[in-house]
């Protein structure tokens, strides 16, 4: 198993969406945002790239 990751930006309406989140959540710095962050390890197959980008 290696440590590799693959990183998908997400589009800019999905990201302002985020950010309108954030507001109404009332979190305004960013130690309150990075504290709702969560991680997903997924079983991979093929490219890393390509499963990145299809459950982004």
């Known amino acids: 198993m290696g440590r590799e990751r693959h990183q998908v930006v ?3 309406k999905f990201q302002r ?6 507001r109404k959540a009332k979190i305004y710095t960013a130690e309150e945002d990075v504290a709702q962050w969560s991680r997903e390890n997924l079983p991979l197959e093929g490219d890393m790239a390509q499963a990145a980008q299809a459950v982004a």
Request: proline share 0%.
């Open 10 to 12: 997400l589009s800019a």
């Open 17 to 22: 969406a985020i950010d309108r989140a954030k």
